[in-house]
């Protein structure tokens, strides 16, 4: 079961930061944060993760609150080619077992011209 | 470049006959796995691979078969396919794997396959 939840859907103007929520309130103290997209039924795309600290890397910056329940990923100058199915994913960090990527249904991230 | 390929990248085949789809990927990585995803179902995993001659079931496995023979290739084998395998194909892979605390997996072009 999705251990994360995401509004379906968002929509945001070229050139502006697109802010995407993520909730995770049952996540456990050595879980990751990770976030992927998926470009129309392109093969999906590793963008960022983190524990506890926020990251950035040339792709996007991830915001993960101090009690880790949820996140935000910002794409600080959205391009019409970042429209894409956005997934937040928590999990891993055990250090064992099968290392399977849960993807929950995501967020629909369309930019507007 | 890194990169996962996967063949062929589409397919139209009938009830039955055997097919297979390949995956290479050129990155020394342990840990490769098969997923498909269809509209609704989000992506599952079919089976994977912590390393040569390693391979165990994931969520959907029935009705495929994998091997890895080579840490680079990861074949998916349909024996004899259905049309409820129709579905969009991923191969994936990662450096450790299970092994890893933290890691990142990449996925492969997909291949999108139609069994009538």
């Known amino acids: 079961d999705a251990k994360t939840t995401q509004p379906p859907s968002m929509d945001c103007a070229e050139g502006r930061a697109a802010n995407l929520p993520c909730n995770h309130s049952?996540?456990?103290?050595?879980?990751?944060v990770y976030w992927y997209r998926q470009i129309h039924s392109q093969g999906p795309q590793y963008i960022i993760h983190g524990l506890k600290n926020n990251e950035t890397n040339e792709m996007a910056s991830l915001i993960i609150t101090e009690d880790r329940k949820s996140s935000t990923l910002i794409l600080p100058h959205a391009t019409l080619r970042d429209t894409a199915v956005y997934y937040c994913i928590v999990g891993w960090g055990s250090g064992g077992s099968n290392y399977k990527l849960t993807f929950g249904k995501g967020t629909l991230l369309t930019v507007n011209p | 470049e890194a990169q996962v390929t996967q063949n062929p990248r589409y397919l139209i085949t009938v009830t039955g006959k055997k097919l297979t789809v390949t995956c290479s990927q050129n990155?020394?990585?342990?840990?490769m796995s098969w997923y498909r995803q269809d509209p609704g179902l989000g992506l599952r995993q079919i089976y994977y691979?912590?390393?040569?001659?390693?391979?165990d079931k994931g969520d959907v496995p029935e009705g495929y078969k994998v091997s890895r023979k080579e840490k680079r290739n990861f074949p998916l084998i349909l024996e004899s396919p259905s049309p409820n395998q129709t579905s969009l194909y991923f191969c994936a892979s990662s450096l450790l794997g299970g092994r890893a605390v933290e890691e990142t997996q990449y996925f492969g072009p997909g291949t999108r396959l139609l069994v009538l």
């Open positions: 990155m020394n990585h342990e840990y």
């Open positions: 049952t996540i456990s103290g050595n879980e990751y």
């Open positions: 691979s912590m390393n040569v001659e390693v391979t």
